[in-house]
């Protein structure tokens, strides 16, 4: 599968031999001041003003990690850097690159916030224009770390926007991404946490549901850690699901073995398939690893068993230079798939196991069943051997500034480009409003972008290349934080206010080949900053999509690239996928379409 973005509209990606030379690059690399934020204190005391007093803070070296500072070995948390500099003079549009931040970023220039990041490893760049003056300038960035190692860790750029694409282009450009089954290709994916669905929360309970959780248009079912709990160092009343003693067992609490199987029965009866999630990084301090492999445990100094950093204090981290553990591993997972006859893995923190690890259990699962491996991760490196689909962050954190109008849309263009340019051609992003951690640890998606904004949201991530997820409770939507250490059970008895909208895009995908493998084609608007519309075409399936970040009307009139859509048609005809009704209109009046648009306001048309 290959999408596509259309180059002319991707201006940011034509680079100019002469805007280059006139616009050179400036490493931002070497010293920087840094300050350790143990308290997470430091926007509320705006450390990020140009006129803020540092003159406490320590002079460090980046690139690097910041567990190579003095007392920071074992450092997780907050981290501020800061540095002065004076950029060339030139007219034209400036950006910074950042080839790699551990793992969150928020970036000031001159006090004014200019962009933010989530995600480790993703190379990212921030526009600096609207805020760089000529002289001294002041850039801020805070990264927070969520484990393991910290700080900028690979080299920033100070560049012409134009010359962007020459810094992006990464190694894995342009090498086909591994060859995934036409179901995992075409998947809208549904998560359910077994323990909070239903009150009853149990394998029972959520099979008697399955043809509903259909009716919303899933086609794969991910069920969270459906594993016996670890008790040791537990956490809350009933533990972390990601805390597993036994991978070969199932929750008590949520039934039998026959159970589950039961329900998975249920699920491809329904046309649907049924993948779990696998937690391969750590396990519990009373699994049955700890008992009788106490060797395939990473250790410290001393040679206790330790945790994989000082939060997850439930767990204990697994030693993947032990090939013992990787045999124990592979097989259990092949078990699963040939024996149980689940259609693959959900794979927790993917990205602390080595990937040659995740490569070779592919390979030993290719050799049973087409599956989908859906990697909590989102290295390129990924796509070539191992995983069908890696997770979106990019898209989930871009959207908080674009509703509030904090970026505009174009933001939306360099996450593509980026994609574009690091990921191996059809590599597959799973986007998403909202997930289990991301609901727990920030906040309900309603509560994050109000009811209108979750449905621009929704109508987004539907529609733009990728494949949706659908979180439990979504389709109410859930206003309540899902603690993963307690019985919090999803409140259905309440008007189901998403699930038409779902229903909806689900039947639009499912219908629209262009939805779900089509060539995107970006389309300009009299609203720049706040009109988001594009294109997805596949042969003759044509669809229109336009969305309004804006919380005012909004009129925007398009301009649509009629001649290299249907070359020599006079007449178009749109139909309004979303509330209906048909337009016809002449190719120029389809050239210059004129629409007005609610606060937060969507359209979707078919176009023939």
């Known amino acids: 599968m290959r999408f596509l973005l259309t180059v002319f509209l991707l201006g940011v990606m034509m680079a100019s031999a002469a805007a280059q030379s006139a616009s050179p690059k400036m490493s931002l690399d070497g010293e920087w001041l840094f300050k350790a934020d143990s308290l997470k204190a430091g926007v509320d005391a705006q450390w990020y003003l140009d006129s803020l007093d540092r003159s406490t803070w320590e002079v460090v070296s980046t690139p690097a990690f910041w567990e190579s500072y003095p007392g920071l070995a074992k450092y997780d948390g907050w981290g501020w850097y800061a540095k002065t500099f004076v950029p060339p003079r030139v007219s034209v549009p400036q950006s910074i ?31 600096v224009t609207p805020a760089l003056r000529e002289g001294r300038n002041t850039i801020v960035v805070l990264v927070r770390d969520n484990g393991g190692g910290g700080g900028i860790y690979r080299p920033v750029t100070l560049t012409a926007t134009s010359a962007l694409q020459e810094l992006l282009r990464g190694p894995f450009f342009g090498i086909p991404a591994l060859k995934s089954a036409d179901w995992v290709k075409d998947a809208v994916i549904y998560c359910a946490d077994v323990r909070v669905f239903s009150p009853e929360g149990t394998f029972a309970a959520l099979e008697r549901r399955v043809g509903e959780i259909k009716n919303f248009g899933a086609t794969v079912l991910w069920l969270m850690p459906i594993h016996p709990v670890g008790v040791e160092k537990r956490k809350g009343t009933y533990g972390s699901p990601y805390s597993v003693q036994d991978y070969y067992g199932v929750n008590r609490d949520f039934g039998t073995l026959a159970d589950f199987k039961r329900l998975l029965a249920t699920v491809h009866r329904n046309g649907m398939k049924l993948i779990i999630d696998l937690v391969a990084n750590h396990a519990a301090w009373d699994s049955k690893l700890v008992k009788e492999h106490p060797n395939w445990f990473t250790r410290d100094a001393s040679g206790n068993i330790v945790s994989p950093n000082p939060d997850w204090t439930d767990v204990a981290d697994l030693d993947y230079t032990k090939p013992g553990l990787r045999e124990y591993m592979t097989t259990m997972m092949v078990w699963w798939v040939r024996d149980i006859g689940i259609d693959g893995f959900r794979c927790d923190v993917a990205e602390m196991v080595p990937t040659d690890f995740w490569q070779e259990a592919r390979s030993r699962l290719n050799r049973i069943k087409p599956v989908m491996m859906l990697a909590e991760g989102s290295l390129p490196e990924y796509h070539v051997r191992a995983f069908d689909v890696s997770y979106s962050w990019n898209i989930y954190d871009a959207l908080p500034p674009l509703l509030q109008c904090k970026r505009p849309v174009t933001l939306l263009d360099q996450i593509f480009r980026t994609e574009y340019l690091q990921f191996p051609t059809g590599s597959l992003r799973m986007r998403f409003t909202t997930n289990h951690d991301k609901n727990f640890y920030d906040a309900p998606a309603v509560e994050r972008y109000g009811l209108a904004g979750l449905k621009l949201a929704t109508v987004l991530i539907n529609t733009i290349p990728g494949i949706p997820l659908i979180y439990n409770g979504e389709e109410i939507p859930n206003d309540r934080r899902i603690n993963h250490h307690e ?15 779902l229903t909806q895009l689900s039947t639009l995908r499912k219908n629209h080949p262009a939805l779900r493998r089509g060539q995107m084609i970006r389309i300009q608007s009299s609203a720049p900053d706040t009109v988001y519309a594009f294109l997805r075409v596949a042969g003759s399936d044509r669809v229109l999509i336009v969305l309004n970040f804006s919380p005012e009307k909004t009129t925007a009139s ?33 050239k210059g379409l004129s629409l007005e648009l609610p606060p937060r306001g969507y359209a979707v048309y078919s176009v023939r």
């Open 487 to 501: 019985r919090t059970p999803i409140e259905w008895r309440q008007p189901y206010l998403l699930a038409p909208l």
């Open 97 to 127: 690159y950042f080839a790699g931040v551990d793992d969150d970023a928020t970036v000031w220039i001159n006090g004014k916030e200019v962009g933010s990041h989530t995600g480790y490893s993703d190379p990212f760049t921030v526009d």
């Open 558 to 590: 398009l301009s649509v690239p009629v001649g290299n859509i249907l070359p020599g048609q006079s007449k178009f005809v749109l139909e309004n996928e979303l509330l209906g009704g048909t337009q016809i209109l002449t190719a120029d009046e389809f």
